[in-house]
């Protein structure tokens, strides 16, 4: 399996609650990836990264920042936690733009 | 900007009798296209994938997929299911255009149900 460990992989916050999710590969690829996955949706896209301190928005990012301060970890953070953010992230790698994603096994984050 | 369409939410099969999840796609480039599966409760993890070279792609599990590119298509197949084989899956198509670099486009998936 590919080394990417996600943290917490369970957490429940309460509402306006700042929560900081952690994504740490060993791979040395260059791409990372946030994605939320909830029922009929699949997994939407919240931001990516291309390079340390190169990230890029996604199609659902309002609400979300991330950072990548080192090639190894990629932070998501929700600024202030609402019960629509209720839902399982994943974290992903790849090494180029196109190749395939190995996946993180998921935080399940309820905000309550 | 690329997209990815999954025709059927739900499909079920009884064990034995063969399984085809649909994809399409939609692209201005030669994509890269993928199949996930999801177990319950679980991560993801990669079936196949096609990067142009042959268009029948063959996959862990007993699974394959053609890339049909006069279709737009990138359906999934296997010959004969196995209960082991109910997960979700989905079609994945790599988004190069426009500048995005390295976004993968995920359809909504398909949960794959299989009757003893």
């Known amino acids: 399996d590919a080394g990417i460990t996600q943290s917490p992989r369970h957490k429940v916050t309460e509402t306006g609650t700042p929560v900081t999710l952690r994504c740490h590969q060993t791979?040395?690829?260059?791409?990372m990836y946030w994605y939320r996955q909830d029922p009929g949706h699949g997994l939407r896209l919240i931001h990516y990264?291309?390079?340390?301190?190169?990230?890029d928005k996604g199609e659902v990012s309002d609400g979300y920042s991330v950072s990548r301060s080192k090639t190894e970890d990629f932070l998501l953070t929700l600024e202030s936690a609402t019960s629509s953010q209720t839902s399982v992230y994943f974290c992903?790698?790849?090494?180029?733009?196109?190749?395939?994603?190995?996946f993180g096994q998921g935080t399940r984050l309820t905000v309550v | 900007a690329q997209s990815v369409t999954q025709l059927d939410s739900h499909v079920s099969v009884s064990e034995g009798t063969p399984v085809l999840l649909r994809c399409n796609y939609s692209?201005?480039?030669?994509?890269?296209l993928f199949w996930y599966v999801q177990h319950p409760n679980k991560g993801l993890q990669l079936l196949l994938k096609?990067?142009?070279?042959?268009?029948l792609v063959k996959g862990i599990n007993g699974f394959e997929a053609e890339f049909k590119k006069s279709e737009t298509s990138f359906h999934l197949t296997k010959p004969s299911a196995h209960m082991s084989d109910a997960a979700e899956y989905f079609c994945?198509?790599?988004?190069?255009?426009?500048?995005?670099?390295?976004?993968?486009?995920f359809g909504k998936g398909t949960k794959l149900s299989v009757k003893p």
């Open positions: 096609y990067t142009s070279a042959a268009t």
């Open positions: 990264s291309y390079g340390v301190k190169d990230t």
């Open positions: 791979e040395n690829h260059r791409y």
């Open positions: 992903a790698i790849t090494e180029t733009g196109d190749t395939e994603a190995f």
């Open positions: 692209s201005s480039y030669s994509p890269s």
């Open positions: 994945v198509v790599s988004d190069l255009d426009g500048g995005s670099q390295g976004n993968l486009i």
